[in-house]
């Protein structure tokens, strides 16, 4: 462990993330987060000034389903980032978990049952990731491109212009139960995932070698992590976690279309990266992350409320994603020029 | 290295002509002169498109947002068109390029000075782009009876025996071999995608042959914007949603290296001529075009694992493959 630790050190001066250079690491991450919360907060004012009906606990409650099936998939990305690869077939992944329990509904399996086979295509499909990138050692960004449109073909293949309805009554609870007052289902898992990933990816062992692969990958190998079975492991849990957010998504839709969740993979790329996870790898925290998600789901359903439609929603999302990742990149220069 | 490119596209040729003569057995007329001529016809754009992408990933680079890009800049010139009438279509073509190329600086410029991740560059104008498709339009669509006859005519003129459509697609895939192999721009790009620490110390400067290259890539999707709206005829604002992977995809099955400095443009052109003849084919021997997707799913994934055995055999990154063994073992 403190081999580990002394090895992320060393090379972090040498790693490609200046921003984070000589400075205690804790500190300047946990500016990071506050600024992202005063953003959040800031979206928050703006949002309750701007419509008289934003602030109203049930709206609110609302508002939370449109960000907590991409933040259970963000959380397995932010790992999958950190450790230097990228999983763009997890919107694919939902559509192929929903048609087969859609398929599954049709044949009368219980909700249950259908819980079962939602995470296990689930769990298939990230395998399938997982054996090509840290198996036969391909670019996850190409493979993932390639299973992105196989994943969503199959679910072509099966529906074609067809779509499946029928699901069981009590299969409704995943995506439309409240646990307690306005507190959603979907919104505890939320919250427990969060708490359970910013766990292990904070706290463990397993975490601390993805921050190392992440920094080095070189200097990993050599300090014996297993690098190709962790991020196999990685790719696993990102393929459960879309699993889990299929059935949550298809339970609160009630149909599948195999269009569903299209698009969603760049969501969460960007619900990632606006968390101060480094697309480079090697750094970000679980707790950013969550913010993240607050803040894309507040301003999305904030421009909701203001009649904006869905796609020049998508330009602030692009804009978001772009300038949260220049701007350090912005500030950082004008300090290195005023100090020269 | 030369000769394992030569063998690779003389295969790719091989396999090609192999399924033209497949599916000829399931649909004759499949194989005649002039159903080949329509099928090539029918990728002109994807052919161009891939030029474009193949320019971009030479440098180790990704262009995600060619078909917002596209969709935009098609919008642009097709409310123009219908709007004044009376502008020369050879403006009209001019400015598509010319908004093509602007768009494509825009994230040349992000990944040059700012020195942003190509893919998060391109991901986030991706949205950024079609959703100004969106703004520009109000939602509406531009219909053939709006534009004038002379922008809608223009890609389907037949010049001895083919449409104008194809002819440009081979004056570009000239010009395209002439830019990446006879000129120095072309050098650096191969240089900086190769190993750019390489090219740093022989005086290539990364940055700008990125930048370049995004704007080549932007321009040529520009054209492609102004071919797309006038061949089909219409403009909307998911015009080619998806169709950047299908320019990836036809590179990546054409043997161009994701990681950069590995490819030629006969390459592109086979890779997406496959593709174009799949996509032909699947209605004539009776294969539902809901197959399609998950058809050009597999073959990028095979072609990855082609390719990547292909350069490995060519003794390149020794170390992580060491590396790898010792710790499967």
Redesign the interface.
Known sequence: MSDNRDMTAETRTRSAIPDRLGTPMSRLLGSWEVLLFGVAVAIFIANSLASPYFLNAWNLSDATFNFTEKAMIAFAMAMLIIVGE?DLSVAAIIALASTAMGAAAQMGIGAPGLVAVGVSVGLVCGAINGT?VSV????S???T??????????S??TL?DQAYGKYPADFAYFGQGYVFWVFSFEFVLFIVLAIIFGIVLHATNFGRQVFVIGNNE?AA??SGI????IKFKLFLLTGLMSGIAAVCLTSRLGSTR?SIAQGWE?EI??MV?LGGVS??GGAGTIAGVVIAAFVMGLVTFGLGLLNV?G??M??F???L??IT??LP??VRRIKFMSTK | MKKLLKHRELLLVGIIAIMVAGFATRAPGFATPGNLANIFNDTSILIILALGQMTVILTKS?DLSVAANLAFTGMAVAMMDAAFPGLPLALLVILAVGIGAALGAINGV?VWW????P???T??????Y???A??LSG?AWVNSHQMTPGFLNFPRLPVLGMPLLSWMAIAIVLMMWVVLTRTQFGRATYASGGNPTAAVYAGIDIGRTRFFAFTLSGALAGLAGYLWVSRYAVAY?DVAAGFE?DT??AC?IGGIS??GGIGSVAGAVLGALFLGVIKNALPVIGI?P?????????V??AA??FN?RAERKAGRIILRDR??K???A
Request: aromatic share 6%; proline share 5%.
């Open positions: 990228i090509l036969l050692k391909l670019p960004i190409v493979v491109i390639g299973t992105m449109s196989l994943f969503r073909g199959i072509y293949i074609g070189f190998r050599f297993p690098v190709e079975r195999p760049l790329v960007t990266v697309i480079l439609p796609i020049v998508s330009i999302v692009g804009l994603l772009i990742i220049a990149i912005v | 990704i992000l700012l020195r942003i991740p893919i998060v560059v991901l986030g104008t991706l949205t950024i079609r959703g100004m969106f703004v939602g604002v992977l990836v995809a990546v994701i990681a539902s809901f197959a399609q997707m998950a058809i050009s799913g597999i990028i994934v990855v694992v990547a590396g790898a010792e710790v499967s």
